[in-house]
């Protein structure tokens, strides 16, 4: 496929927004998630011309595909059907005239379109990773992208903290903190966002100590990246991202536990192990993991405050219905429930620290069931098929590990805090359930064929070809060695022809197998084992 084809184009665009939405202080602006989200429209707008060009859909799963035609058929449904707008001012609602007073509506229609646009680029990023998960190269570059992204935010968080700065070093406007960390304002969401980067950079740490052709730089280079940013979840002061970013990484260590037992580890590797987290460890106390840990024990993950907004906000989630009031309205609707719960009027609550209770406030039961669908029914879908995933496809199974004990964690801790409103990891997000919706063990007939190896290609067409002529011979046929002197040569009865061999090449299958993973070649039903090609039987006449 030309570099300049849109779906390429798509394709490099997905990944930019990964690697630099986290640089513009996590797009938590009004105007930062605008440009996001114009950038993220172009996106997906190029990658449709592109699909329409090749004649195809993006490769997603039916279900996937449904939960997000719920969710926007709800989303614009209801942004469409203004019943108010919010005053800044007077900081209260003003009612409005429906277009439809049946139908339900939001709040505010200028909020809720800007979330819708955001929500609707994503699902660009969503529908063009799953339809790269089914290209190796594609895949690695993904891998690389979530890897580097978090090793770049951990490293600058990290030499902020060795350097002592007051605030963001491009960020002097700001008021002085001690909250943030990296490019975010908010140190909360600072570790919400390395945690899907750690278990994706530990993977790939694993899947380059495994493979014997790996060079010593590139083993170098993978361990440093996911001890730069393990340390770095130590040294930044959140509680729930030094938690559930672990929390990531012991999940990946249970999904890669039997294949590394089966592979009967040398003690050097039993050694090396044990020496890379006492290194993580001596790493993390040197800059300020014990300040971390201390405050995650004494204070614990929830503090009152907390606990009590959520609360409060459970009788809006009982209101809300099936549709919800409308996303971006939670900071407009919360005051009131606020007042009725007694809290304190001056804490302003942009958001819930539990997202699965906005997500029924904002988009009612029926919204949460399709969002429910979408996030973690794609650890559901990745589950299924990394069972179906060989282990020795090392690419596929490693990259599939890692964004499910990522994605998993960070499920877990969206119920503490609110990292699925932060359009930075949202981007993430929707990179991470795209590549664990789209990833197929079977080869997609839809995917270009410069996917597959040309090696494995040329033995399948070869083997087809040879099929298609031995059941195109007629069944009656006496089977004839050949002889250059029929006269003399004995009937096929006292001479039988000599069976072939079904064992392949080896220099054909080392090949091949070098090149291509096990899950995207196709079980043809038609294809034989390729014989061995035989000399010509000697004749009578010699």
Same mark, same amino acid.
């Given at each position: 496929?030309?570099?300049?084809?849109?779906?390429?184009?798509?394709?490099?665009?997905?990944?930019? %927004?990964?690697?630099?939405?986290?640089?513009?202080?996590?797009?938590?602006?009004?105007?930062? *998630?605008?440009?996001?989200?114009?950038?993220?429209? #172009?996106?997906?707008?190029? %990658?449709?011309? !592109?699909?329409?060009?090749?004649?195809?859909?993006?490769?997603?799963?039916?279900?996937?595909?449904?939960? $997000?035609?719920?969710?926007?058929?709800?989303?614009?449904?209801?942004?469409?059907?203004?019943?108010?707008?919010?005053?800044?001012?007077?900081?209260?609602?003003? &009612?409005?005239?429906?277009?439809?007073?049946?139908?339900?509506?939001?709040? +505010?229609?200028? %909020?809720?379109?800007?979330?819708?646009?955001?929500?609707?680029?994503?699902?660009? #990023?969503?529908?063009?990773?799953?339809?790269?998960?089914?290209?190796?190269?594609?895949?690695?570059?993904?891998?690389?992208?979530?890897?580097? @992204?978090? $090793?770049?935010?951990?490293?600058?968080?990290?030499?902020?903290?060795?350097?002592?700065?007051?605030?963001?070093?491009?960020?002097?406007?700001? /008021?002085?903190?001690?909250?943030?960390?990296?490019?975010?304002?908010?140190?909360?969401?600072?570790?919400?966002?390395?945690?899907?980067?750690?278990?994706?950079?530990?993977?790939?740490?694993?899947?380059? $100590?495994?493979?014997?052709?790996?060079?010593?730089?590139?083993?170098?280079?993978?361990?440093?990246?996911?001890?730069?940013?393990?340390?770095?979840?130590?040294?930044?002061?959140?509680?729930? !991202?030094?938690?559930?970013?672990?929390?990531?990484?012991?999940?990946?260590?249970?999904?890669?536990?039997?294949?590394?037992?089966? =592979?009967?580890?040398?003690?050097?590797?039993?050694?090396?192990?044990?020496?890379?987290?006492?290194?993580?460890?001596?790493?993390?106390?040197?800059?300020?993991?014990?300040?971390?840990?201390?405050?995650?024990?004494?204070?614990?993950?929830?503090?009152?405050?907390?606990?009590?907004?959520?609360?409060?906000?459970?009788?809006?989630?009982?209101?809300?219905?099936?549709?919800?009031?409308?996303?971006?309205?939670?900071?407009?609707?919360? /005051?009131?429930?606020? *007042?009725?719960?007694?809290?304190?009027?001056?804490?302003?609550?942009?958001?819930?620290?539990?997202?699965?209770? =906005?997500?029924?406030?904002?988009?009612?039961?029926?919204?949460?069931?399709?969002?429910?669908?979408?996030?973690?029914?794609?650890?559901?879908?990745?589950?299924?098929?990394?069972?179906?995933?060989?282990? +020795?496809? *090392?690419?596929?199974?490693?990259?599939?590990?890692?964004?499910?004990?990522?994605?998993?964690?960070?499920?877990?801790?969206?119920?503490?805090?609110? &990292?699925?409103?932060?359009?930075?990891?949202?981007?993430? #997000?929707?990179?991470?359930?795209?590549?664990?919706?789209?990833?197929?063990?079977?080869?997609?007939?839809?995917?270009?064929?410069?996917?597959?190896?040309?090696?494995?290609?040329?033995?399948?067409?070869?083997? *087809?070809?040879?099929?298609? =002529?031995? +059941?195109?011979?007629?069944?009656?046929?006496?089977?004839?060695?050949?002889?250059?002197?029929?006269?003399?040569?004995?009937?096929?009865?006292? =001479?039988?022809?000599?069976?072939?061999? @079904?064992?392949?090449?080896?220099?054909?299958?080392?090949?091949?197998?070098?090149?291509?993973? &096990?899950?995207?070649?196709?079980?043809?039903?038609?294809?034989?084992?390729?014989?061995?090609?035989?000399?010509?039987?000697?004749?009578?006449?010699?």
């Amino acid at each position: 496929m030309p570099i300049f084809h849109p779906t390429e184009l798509a394709r490099w665009a997905a990944l930019a %927004a990964v690697l630099l939405s986290p640089w513009a202080w996590g797009c938590v602006k009004p105007v930062h *998630r605008e440009i996001l989200a114009n950038f993220l429209l #172009v996106t997906a707008g190029m %990658a449709v011309l !592109g699909w329409a060009i090749q004649k195809r859909l993006p490769a997603a799963g039916k279900a996937a595909l449904a939960a $997000l035609g719920i969710i926007f058929l709800i989303g614009w449904g209801v942004t469409c059907n203004p019943k108010a707008y919010w005053e800044a001012g007077l900081e209260t609602l003003v &009612p409005l005239k429906a277009n439809i007073e049946a139908l339900p509506g939001t709040l +505010d229609r200028d %909020a809720s379109i800007a979330w819708m646009r955001l929500l609707t680029g994503l699902a660009g #990023v969503f529908l063009i990773t799953a339809d790269m998960a089914s290209h190796r190269t594609w895949r690695s570059r993904l891998w690389i992208t979530l890897a580097l @992204t978090g $090793l770049a935010v951990a490293a600058f968080g990290i030499f902020q903290r060795v350097a002592g700065a007051p605030n963001i070093f491009w960020a002097p406007g700001l /008021p002085a903190n001690k909250t943030f960390f990296g490019p975010f304002v908010y140190h909360g969401n600072a570790g919400s966002f390395l945690i899907i980067p750690a278990a994706a950079a530990a993977a790939r740490c694993y899947y380059a $100590l495994s493979r014997q052709s790996e060079s010593s730089v590139s083993k170098l280079f993978w361990s440093l990246c996911t001890l730069v940013i393990a340390s770095a979840l130590a040294v930044n002061t959140s509680r729930g !991202g030094l938690l559930f970013g672990y929390t990531g990484l012991f999940f990946l260590a249970a999904l890669l536990l039997p294949l590394w037992l089966q =592979q009967k580890p040398s003690p050097a590797a039993i050694v090396g192990s044990l020496a890379a987290l006492a290194a993580l460890a001596a790493f993390g106390f040197a800059f300020g993991w014990e300040a971390s840990m201390e405050r995650l024990f004494s204070a614990g993950i929830i503090d009152k405050g907390r606990l009590a907004s959520t609360k409060a906000a459970l009788p809006a989630a009982a209101e809300a219905g099936p549709f919800g009031f409308g996303s971006g309205t939670f900071y407009m609707l919360f /005051p009131h429930y606020q *007042r009725l719960a007694a809290l304190p009027g001056q804490v302003f609550w942009k958001h819930l620290h539990c997202d699965p209770i =906005q997500a029924v406030i904002e988009w009612g039961w029926a919204g949460t069931i399709a969002w429910s669908i979408l996030l973690p029914g794609a650890l559901a879908a990745g589950f299924r098929r990394r069972r179906r995933i060989h282990p +020795d496809a *090392r690419q596929s199974f490693l990259l599939l590990s890692g964004c499910l004990a990522g994605l998993a964690a960070l499920l877990l801790h969206s119920w503490v805090d609110f &990292p699925l409103q932060i359009p930075a990891i949202m981007t993430t #997000v929707a990179a991470t359930t795209g590549f664990l919706w789209g990833l197929q063990p079977t080869h997609d007939p839809s995917s270009p064929p410069e996917e597959i190896s040309s090696a494995r290609r040329r033995v399948r067409i070869r083997t *087809r070809r040879r099929s298609l =002529q031995q +059941d195109d011979e007629p069944a009656s046929a006496p089977l004839r060695a050949p002889s250059r002197s029929p006269s003399t040569t004995p009937p096929p009865s006292h =001479q039988p022809s000599p069976e072939p061999e @079904t064992t392949a090449d080896p220099a054909r299958e080392s090949v091949a197998d070098s090149q291509a993973d &096990p899950e995207i070649l196709p079980k043809n039903p038609l294809a034989r084992p390729t014989p061995r090609r035989q000399g010509r039987p000697p004749s009578a006449s010699t």
